[in-house]
Structures are given as C-alpha cells and as structure tokens.
Antibody, heavy 120, light 111 residues
C-alpha cells in the first residue's frame, strides 16, 4: 500500500523561503520518478517539478524555474521542494506525486497535499 | 506552455453518457502518447482514471473510456452515476521545457 505524506506548508511572507517534504511508505524514491504538482485555491492543477529516479536529473516548469528546487534524501526516503522568493502566485496546495510511467506523466499515487499560504 | 482547454462544465442525468474534450496543440496532445485523465472530488487529491491516451488503471470502472484525435483528447463517461460528480482534468506531456501541462478542468454535474 503506497502512501505519500506531505508536510512543511504554512503561512509565509512574500519573498521568504520554504521547504516542503514528502515522506513515503510502500514506495522507494530511488526507484521512482517523483513530481510536485500544485493547485491554487479554486483553480486547476499545475505541474511544478520532477526528479529522475536516481536523482541525476531535475525538471521544472518554466513558471518556477530558478526559484524552486526538487531534491531527495535517499537515507530518509524523503522528497523535498524548496521554494525561494515566495510570490503571491505560489499560494497553493502542493501535492507529491509518483510517476508510474518513468516520466510519462502517469500520476498514479498522490499525497493529501500541503497548503502554502503567502501573506504578509 | 498554456493549459489545455476543457469545457468549464458538463451536466447530464444519471444513466446518460457525457464526453469531455481536451484541446491542445501539436506540441502537447497532438504529439504525445502520454495523455492522462484525473478525477478530483472536493477536498481530495486527484485520482488517475486514464493513462497513455486510452488505458484504464486497475480498479477504474469500464464506464470510463478515452481517445485522441489530432490535437484533441476526449474522456467519455457512460452510465453516469451520482459518484461521478467531480472535477476532471486532462494532462499531456509536451515537447517544451515545461514537461507536462494540465487542462483547465471540467466540473461534471449529475442532475
């Protein structure tokens, strides 16, 4: 049974940084391509970033390139998303997602999400 | 990379069939074998319903089917049930630097 659990969200001031975490049970990040997908309140889904299964390649949406960083800690089986220079448009629920198709965009397992609120 | 275009809402009575379109371009839907569909109930995480254009994951009802023609993908729900009332999103890989793009989302209402 695969379970993904995100944490690290909260209320953050514009311009500050935040690190989101995603822990997994029933799944090892070192053998899976993982993504972060976000959803602004009342809005649609937006793909944000992906990490190749061996951690060697990172991919980012143009809208977040240069400010977001996806990484993982193999020993803790934890995926991270670091968000720098937070903007109002970064306010969203952030989901940790497994790609069942090795970067085919087959998003088959989702966490419950962690909410990032940007407010001064 | 712009979001794929879906109708904002679709409604039908129980037992009827509906089709949701997902319009893109040759840079995404038209040029991709990796189109997928997701169902999202309020307050919940999305659920994979279709992958690789027309494949159903194990456990997803046969009432859900999908196809693609040119730059437009489509999801059909037959024999509509009350539990099908949800938001539906398409997704596609792209040939650009933003690897994946989602659709604008369609709210399905069962009358």
């Amino acid at each position: 049974q695969v379970q993904l659990v995100e944490s690290g969200g909260g209320v953050v001031q514009p311009g500050r940084s935040l690190r989101l975490s995603c822990g997994a049970s029933g799944l090892t990040f070192s053998t899976n391509v993982m993504h972060w997908v976000r959803q602004a309140p009342g809005k649609g889904l937006e793909w944000v970033a992906a990490l190749w299964y061996d951690g060697s390649r990172h991919y980012y949406a143009d809208s977040v390139k240069g400010r977001f960083s996806i990484s993982r800690d193999k020993s803790k089986n934890t995926l991270y998303l670091e968000i720098n220079y937070l903007r109002a448009e970064d306010m969203a629920m952030y989901y940790c997602v497994r790609d069942g198709g090795m970067l085919r965009g087959l998003f088959d397992y989702w966490g419950q999400g962690t909410l990032v609120t940007v407010s001064s | 990379q712009s979001a794929l275009t879906q109708p904002a809402s679709v409604s039908a009575s129980p037992g009827q069939s509906i089709t949701i379109s997902c319009a893109g371009s040759s840079s995404d839907v038209g040029g991709s074998d990796y189109v997928s569909w997701y169902q999202q109930h309020p307050g919940k995480a999305p659920k994979l319903m279709i992958y690789d254009v027309s494949n159903r994951p194990s456990g997803v009802s046969y009432r859900f089917s999908a196809s693609k023609s040119g730059n437009t993908a489509s999801l059909t729900i037959s024999g509509l049930l009350a539990e099908d009332e949800a938001d539906y999103y398409c997704s596609s890989s792209t040939s650009g630097t933003t690897l994946f793009v989602f659709g604008t989302g369609t709210k399905v209402t069962v009358l």
